[in-house]
């Protein structure tokens, strides 16, 4: 039941913005989107969420289109090391209390090229 | 601060036998969650436990349970292992009040039943 869709696989030269999509067109108002990075067989990393502004931190941004149903992860100068598989996650309420699940789509595998 | 950790990293385990797995979240975090990792099927949920409640539960068979302590800390127990649970199972922490809050995630036990 993942509510997201990211192609499978991207490449991107080092040096340059990996520019990363990721369509949600299911999402409600309250449903935050998630990123997270998963390196081989290590545990997935956390790079960032939002829920309608543009963010930014240390390791990425976040666009997100006005309607919500799109975002847009933005590396801005990709590493060898950035090489990994891009988890765009819708967070789903899935109880009356609020508690949070992460459902995981198949990601976009990305490989940053020397 | 230190991270998630979980133990063991490896095990390998024969069909029928049980297995406990092991997480201590980061301090301050009392929330943990846990998921399964299989080529197959991908990133899923298994439970979540907030101060020593089951708040959140995946569709699992009852093979699958877990426990949360006082301290935080929270296992997961796999009982008569069948060839399928052999996966990767990660453990996830949030300071989790709301159930709302990130998730944080350990590098994971590499489960292999034979």
């Known amino acids: 039941d993942a509510k997201t869709t990211q192609p499978p696989s991207m490449d991107c030269a080092e040096g340059r913005a990996a520019n990363l999509p990721c369509n949600h067109s299911?999402?409600?108002?309250?449903?935050?989107v998630y990123w997270y990075r998963q390196i081989h067989s290590q545990g997935p990393q956390y790079i960032i969420h939002?829920?309608?502004n543009n963010e930014t931190n240390e390791m990425a941004s976040l666009i997100i289109t006005e309607d919500r149903k799109s975002s847009t992860l933005i590396l801005p100068h990709a590493t060898l090391r950035d090489t990994a598989v891009y988890y765009c996650?819708?967070?789903?309420?899935?109880?009356?209390?609020?508690?949070?699940?992460?459902?995981f789509g198949q990601g976009t595998r990305l490989t940053i090229n020397p | 601060k230190a991270g998630v950790t979980q133990t063991p990293r490896y095990l390998i385990k024969t069909r029928g036998q049980q297995v406990t797995l092991s997480c201590s979240p980061i301090?301050?975090?009392?929330?943990v969650s846990w998921y399964q990792q299989t080529p197959g099927q991908g990133l899923q949920f298994l439970f979540e436990?907030?101060?020593?409640?089951?708040?959140n539960k995946g569709n699992f068979p009852g093979r699958f349970s877990g426990r949360q302590f006082s301290n935080s800390r929270s296992e997961m127990n796999v009982s008569t292992l069948e060839l399928g649970d052999s996966a990767l199972y990660l453990c996830?922490?949030?300071?989790?009040?709301?159930?709302?809050?990130?998730?944080?995630f350990g590098p994971g036990t590499r489960l292999l039943v034979l």
């Open positions: 301090s301050g975090h009392r929330s």
């Open positions: 939002g829920l309608k």
């Open positions: 996830a922490s949030s300071w989790g009040p709301t159930g709302r809050e990130t998730q944080y």
């Open positions: 299911t999402i409600s108002g309250n449903e935050y």
């Open positions: 436990y907030f101060s020593e409640t089951q708040r």
């Open positions: 996650i819708v967070r789903v309420e899935s109880t009356p209390q609020g508690a949070q699940k992460l459902v």
